[in-house]
């Protein structure tokens, strides 16, 4: 049984940090390719970042670009998504997901081409 638990979400002012983790269990996880995404209150689920199964390729959405780093640690089947320069507007649920797609698996933004989620973790960045 596949699972994905994030932790690290919670209050913060704006200007702030988080570090965000998912740790992963009952999959191959140095075989996927992992994502983060966020969902806002009122807003559709959108992309954050991905990263490929080695740790060498990311990309990120254009609004977190050059705040938000993700890494992976694939011994410990971690992966995390360091938060700086939080604004307001980065508030959201953010969700962890694995994706294996095409070998070796690639990055991808599609959060219909990632298999498994998290249960999430709330980021709240106040004003």
């Known amino acids: 049984q596949v699972q994905l638990v994030e932790s690290g979400g919670g209050l913060v002012q704006a200007g702030g940090s988080l570090r965000l983790s998912c740790a992963a269990s009952?999959?191959?996880?140095?075989?996927?390719?992992m994502g983060w995404f966020r969902q806002g209150p009122g807003k559709e689920r959108e992309f954050v970042s991905t990263i490929s199964w080695s740790g060498g390729t990311t990309k990120y959405a254009n609004s977190v670009k050059g705040r938000f780093t993700v890494s992976r640690d694939n011994a410990k089947n971690t992966v995390h998504l360091q938060m700086n320069s939080l604004k307001p507007e980065d508030t959201a649920m953010y969700y962890c997901?694995?994706?294996?797609?095409?070998?070796?698996?690639?990055?991808?933004?599609?959060?219909?081409?990632?298999?498994?989620w998290g249960q999430g973790t709330q980021v709240t960045v106040s004003s």
């Open positions: 997901a694995a994706a294996r797609v095409g070998w070796p698996p690639r990055i991808t933004e599609r959060s219909g081409e990632y298999q498994y």
């Open positions: 009952g999959l191959t996880f140095n075989a996927y390719a």
